[in-house]
């Protein structure tokens, strides 16, 4: 077990010391605040969907629709059961704060953090799982997320639908099930820009980071519990919950460590855009993305023995 926990703590270690280029870049206004949100963009709508699609350029057979299939629905139960499980929390908190907490609490990392960790920890053939998954937390924070910070007024099936980051990652669902393979030079290509994903979004979060307010962050005992809840009780939960169901070794890990992600970076975006407390927003995705140095590795070294 301790060898397992070590090569998982190197693993994760190798992530935080690229988010600490990004943190030092932006320290020393190399990477201005300006830039990041382009980057940002160019993550979430063209390399994440790259890595999707470059992810699902695989032969088709039974046993691995079926592995897909039960991956979108216990990704998706997942999903309702933590925005159940989440509602008694941060009750007492105002309104705008409970509503940036509890939404932080729910959604985790898949597209920056989960895939470069699914990649780092389990290896290519544990991509292809944890890209369906990407494909539901797209859909799921783009309609239920939506709700939750603002309001049913504010929900649009064209805009949950009908953007770049759920087209390109459905376009390769798409090609997946239809058996068709890119050609060479256009999955030469994909493939390229799959690879930046890791380094890049590393770098993003680091840079983030050097702009928060660290100090305050540390001293509020609401974030705390919110952390408490993203980083152990939910991930927690999944990893019990999941037992019985009896999920291959390498899809058991993929969807307890995508769970044990950090918070999302949409959060704060979508705390903004809707009106919510954007201060407590991104210092829980700050605190939980900092603290998962400690807990990533041990839940994922906790998969691998239950899920073995």
């Known amino acids: 077990m301790l060898s397992n926990l070590l090569v998982v703590a190197a693993q994760v270690g190798t992530l935080f010391l690229m988010m600490a280029v990004g943190f030092t870049l932006a320290k020393l206004n190399r990477l201005t605040k300006e830039a990041v949100p382009q980057i940002s963009f160019l993550l979430l709508y063209v390399v994440v969907p790259c890595v999707v699609v470059d992810a699902l350029q695989t032969e088709r057979n039974p046993e691995l629709l079926r592995e897909l299939g039960l991956t979108a629905i216990v990704v998706s139960a997942s999903y309702v059961a933590y925005a159940l499980i989440i509602l008694p929390f941060f009750r007492r908190r105002p309104e705008a704060t409970r509503t940036a907490l509890q939404f932080g609490a729910v959604y985790g990392n898949t597209g920056f953090m989960g895939l470069p960790l699914v990649r780092a920890v389990l290896g290519e053939e544990a991509l292809i799982y944890a890209s369906v998954a990407f494909v539901i937390f ?139 407390d954007e201060e407590s927003a991104a210092q829980l995705v700050t605190l939980t993305t900092l603290l998962s140095i400690v807990t990533l590795p041990l839940f994922g070294v906790l998969a691998s023995v239950l899920g073995n």
């Open 138 to 276: 797209m859909l799921f924070s783009w309609t239920h997320g939506v709700v939750v910070m603002g309001g049913r007024k504010q929900f649009s099936l064209k805009t949950a639908l009908v953007n770049p980051g759920v087209l390109g990652s459905a376009a390769g669902l798409a090609l997946f099930l239809a058996g068709i393979r890119l050609p060479g030079l256009v999955g030469n290509a994909v493939g390229f820009l799959a690879d930046v994903n890791t380094p890049l979004a590393m770098v993003v979060i680091g840079a983030q980071m050097a702009w928060a307010d660290l100090p305050a962050t540390f001293r509020s005992p609401v974030l705390y519990q919110g952390a408490a809840v993203k980083l152990v009780l939910l991930p927690l939960i999944t990893a019990l919950a999941l037992l019985p169901l009896r999920l291959s070794p390498l899809l058991y890990c993929t969807i307890v460590i995508l769970s044990a992600a950090p918070t999302a970076g949409v959060t704060s975006m979508f705390a903004v855009r809707f009106g919510q």
